[in-house]
């Protein structure tokens, strides 16, 4: 998570970057809140694709929208 006063400078995409290349895994997962427009909108750029099932982690938790990135397609 980047800061608000620190978002839309590329900070939050050269941080998954940096965890996300060169690890030997050959899938990349994530989750996030179904609300959170900034990262719907950011992950597709960055090649991940959008798993048609919904998460909620808790009873007391938030819904998450799971997504995954394909071996070799870091965007």
């Not at 800061?3 to 030997?24: C, S, W, Y």
Request: no cysteine.
């Amino acid at each position: 998570m980047v800061l608000p006063k620190a978002t839309n400078q590329g900070i939050g995409r050269r941080l998954h970057d940096e965890m996300v290349d060169g690890r030997p895994e050959p899938w990349t997962t994530l989750t996030f809140i179904v609300d959170n427009e900034p990262a719907r909108s950011a992950y597709p750029r960055w090649g991940y694709e959008v798993v048609d099932v919904r998460i909620k982690h808790a009873p007391e938790s938030p819904v998450y929208d799971p997504m995954f990135l394909r071996p070799g397609r870091l965007g």
